[in-house]
T-cell receptor
Framework: GENVEQHPSTLSVQEGDSAVIKCTYS??????FPWYKQELGKRPQLIID?????GEKKDQRIAVTLNKTAKHFSLHITETQPEDSAVYFC????????????????FGQGTILTVHP | DVKVTQSSRYLVKRTGEKVFLECVQD?????MFWYRQDPGLGLRLIYF???????EKGDIPEGYSVSREKKERFSLILESASTNQTSMYLC?????????FGPGTRLTVT
């Protein structure tokens, strides 16, 4: 099955700095790569995603890059703010059998991001 | 707005008890999932279902079973609870790329 590795496990930055979180996956059939942010006591929330036919996607201060050949993808947060502090999870989606419909998500281990004012 | 609800936010059970965790979604999603979340391990998939009466094992199915008799409801069953099943359990449903999580059930087995 799919295996997703995420690094680093913790990341501490100063407000205004950039933060980068990296993930690798094992299943070349995975075709969708979302990133989730989970604040303390809350459920994970989707912040950005990328499909396998795209190399990069940006949404304001957040960007995701995908290298299908190397099977890795990364989350980039620029101009970090204290409210960016949370746990971030990457994930890879394996298509449902027999088709290209999105299926189950396999998550990375999570990165605790702390942004110091 | 999709709503995924779980029967309990907090649950305390004794070792050996049979435990039922219920999940209901209200948007007619085909796909439903049960994850457990532990610090440093991320979210690990226990079981999932792509249709009524269909179920597939995830990455850590041992000690668990599931039931999906209706499209909107996906139940997780701990046949004989053990202390190593103390965890946060998250249910989710999805259609296409959109996946929605429930609020989670914090289960403590003593």
């Amino acid at each position: 099955g799919e295996n997703v590795e995420q690094h680093p496990s913790t990341l501490s930055v100063q407000e205004g700095d950039s933060a980068v979180i990296k993930c690798t996956y094992s299943d070349s059939a995975s075709n969708y790569f979302p990133w989730y942010k989970q604040e303390l006591g809350k459920r994970p929330q989707l912040i950005i995603d990328i499909r396998s036919n795209v190399g990069e996607k940006k949404d304001q201060r957040i960007a995701v890059t995908l290298n299908k050949t190397a099977k890795h993808f990364s989350l980039h947060i620029t101009e970090t703010q204290p409210e960016d502090s949370a746990v971030y999870f990457c994930a890879a989606s394996t298509p449902r059998a027999g088709g290209t419909s999105y299926g189950k998500l396999t998550f990375g281990q999570g990165t605790i991001l702390t942004v110091h004012p | 707005d999709v709503k995924v609800t779980q029967s309990s936010r907090y649950l305390v059970k004794r070792t050996g008890e049979k435990v039922f965790l219920e999940c209901v979604q209200d948007m007619d999603h085909e796909n439903m999932f049960w994850y457990r979340q532990d610090p440093g391990l991320g979210l690990r998939l226990i079981y999932f279902s792509y249709d009524v009466k269909m179920k597939e094992k995830g990455d850590i199915p041992e000690g668990y079973s599931v039931s999906r008799e209706k499209k909107e409801r996906f139940s997780l069953i701990l046949e004989s609870a053990s202390t190593n099943q103390t965890s946060m359990y998250l249910c989710a449903s999805s259609f296409a790329r959109e996946i929605n999580f429930g609020p989670g059930t914090r289960l403590t087995v003593t």
